[in-house]
């Protein structure tokens, strides 16, 4: 396919094929820019690249969703407001000639069937499909953690989102049939079993992540504030990762009402996906879910990151036979749900939550049935 749309676009054949695929969070939210603990997949769904080198610095890139082109040098990348899209790659080529990698130009084609603005990464997607399409092009070697490092500085640096590290983590290092357990202070990982007859259903609710990023910085900010205050008590800690609930309740004096309810969720949160790592491991998918229920439900309460249509879709889900958790994903106010669900209750599932988010708010709901699959670095000749 995507071979296909570069011959169309340019002739002869491409050099490099690369594929990164979007993510879901099972469980642990707006835990990892709080050095917290994370457990994403990545899923079935990916952007697709596929690129020449060119003899000189000129960079050309059609993207196939957007049924636009860009082109520009190597030697003046600036970031582009007219084609928003293109920030995510030009980025990527600039932090790579700024760390002193060499590149040359290309004729880049690309696109894929990860949902836009859903939550669900696709810029993640963009960023570490183009590092990876760049290695693969000009044989450059790059340990995998740098390939994580220099997608997340495109989206910090160039495009401007003060994200965590989660999305890029996964989107290159995600297994398949596998959970992917981070530990987001010393970047530890390990891959956990998705065992059971079980899918990962994804319910996008249609709603554009439109307070998203001015919300999200508030929340990075409450975080650090609440930080600074417990250290007035005298607590050594450098993150909310570094202490438990019963050290924040011996210091809630000094933090106000929402500090507290912010601090919470994190602690919490954190405390939930290793509970959730290891049942996972114990194959108790009961309890997980049970844990995904919790998890929703101090992101509504305590983090206050999600919104109508997300709590519908929630609820609908829990009504449903055969669902064993529910929960919004990714940093809120719009965007999907993920919801852990028996195989042979999947289809039904998906059909009567479409069916019931029309009825409730009249809105379309789109669902994906999602196998966690293989990151852009997974078995990649690269270079
Ligand atoms: C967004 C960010 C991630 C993470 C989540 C919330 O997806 O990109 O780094 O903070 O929100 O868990």
């Known amino acids: ?9 340019f002739g002869a054949s491409p050099d490099a094929v690369v594929r990164a695929p979007g993510r879901v969070n099972l469980i642990g939210e707006h835990t990892d820019y709080n050095d917290g603990f994370v457990l994403p997949a990545a899923i079935d769904r990916a952007i697709e690249f596929a690129a020449r080198r060119r003899g000189d610095r000129l960079v050309r890139v059609h993207a196939l969703d957007f049924q636009d082109q860009v082109e520009f040098s190597l030697d003046a990348i600036q970031k582009d407001q007219a084609h928003p899209w293109s920030n995510y790659l030009r980025g990527v080529f600039k932090f790579l000639e700024a760390e002193g990698y060499r590149l040359q130009g290309a004729d880049v ?3 894929g069937n990860v949902p836009r603005e859903a939550g669900l990464s696709s810029s993640a997607a963009v960023e570490v499909g183009t590092v990876a399409l760049a290695m693969k092009l000009f044989g450059l070697h790059l340990e995998p953690l740098e390939v994580v490092r220099i997608a997340r500085r495109a989206e910090n640096e160039f495009v401007n989102v003060p994200c965590g590290i989660m999305d890029q ?125 919790a998890s929703h439900e101090s992101l509504r309460d305590d983090y206050e990151v999600s919104c109508q249509e997300l709590d519908v879709l929630v609820d609908l889900a829990l009504k449903q036979p055969g669902v064993l958790g529910a929960r919004m994903t990714g940093a809120g106010f719009g965007g999907c ?47």
């Open 1 to 9: 396919m995507i071979q296909e749309a570069w011959v169309k676009a």
């Open 109 to 111: 084609v690309f696109g």
């Open 169 to 293: 983590f996964v989107c290159a290092l995600g297994k398949r049939d596998h959970a992917l357990f981070l530990d987001c202070r010393n970047l530890a990982y390990r891959h956990v079993p998705l065992r059971g007859n079980v899918k990962i259903v994804v319910c996008n609710s249609g709603v554009r992540r439109a307070l998203a990023s001015s919300e999200y910085e508030i929340r990075l900010e409450q975080c650090r504030q609440a930080v600074a205050q417990l250290r007035t008590t005298g607590l050594a800690v450098n993150s909310l990762r570094e202490i438990d609930l019963a050290d924040l309740e011996v210091a809630s004096p000094v933090l106000t009402e929402v500090l507290l309810k912010r601090a919470r969720h994190v602690i919490s949160e954190n405390q939930r996906v290793l509970e959730a790592v290891k049942v996972l491991e114990d194959g108790d998918l009961e309890r997980f879910g049970k844990l995904m229920n």
């Open 337 to 383: 749900t993920v919801n852990l669900v028996r195989t042979e209750a999947a289809n039904s599932f998906a059909d009567a939550v479409k069916a019931g988010y029309r009825e409730v708010l009249g809105r379309e709901a789109e669902v994906y049935i999602c196998e966690a699959s293989d990151g852009a670095l997974a078995g990649a000749k690269i270079p």
